[in-house]
C-alpha cells in the first residue's frame, strides 16, 4: 500500500493561468490562481487517471490557516488541500 503522503519536488506550469509554480514537494495547486489538477490518488503519488482541472470553490478557516477547496471540472470530485504561505493571499479572500 501507498503510503498517504508523498513528498514531490517538482514545479510545473499552471494549465489555467499559465502561471510558472515553484514547488516545494506537498505542492499541488496554483499559488496565483489556486486552481489544481486531479493527478493524486493520494498526495503526490500522481496515479490519477482523470486529470481534470479543479476549481477553487471554497475557502474554510481552520485554528492554524486556511483549506481550499477543489472541485474537478472533469469527474466532480473534492478536495481539501491546506493553503501555504506562498499562496496569493487576494484570491483567498476573493473565493471566501
Given at each position: ?10 514545479n510545473?506550469?499552471?494549465d489555467n493561468?499559465?502561471?510558472e509554480v515553484?514547488?516545494?514537494g506537498?505542492?499541488n ?5 489556486l486552481?489544481?489538477?486531479?493527478v493524486?490518488?493520494?498526495?503526490g ?12 470553490i471554497?475557502?474554510e478557516?481552520?485554528k ?5 477547496v ?18 496569493n ?7 471566501s
Open positions: 500500500m501507498a503510503r498517504r503522503f508523498q513528498k514531490k519536488l517538482e510545473f506550469k499552471c493561468c499559465g502561471y515553484v514547488g516545494f506537498y505542492t495547486h496554483c499559488t496565483q490562481c486552481w489544481s489538477k486531479h493524486d490518488i493520494f498526495p503519488d500522481r496515479k490519477e487517471d482523470c486529470k481534470g482541472l479543479m476549481r477553487p471554497r475557502i478557516k481552520k492554524d490557516g486556511y483549506v481550499i477543489h472541485k474537478c471540472e472533469r469527474c466532480g470530485e473534492e478536495r481539501k488541500n491546506k493553503a501555504s504561505p506562498q499562496d493571499f487576494e484570491q483567498i479572500i476573493k473565493i
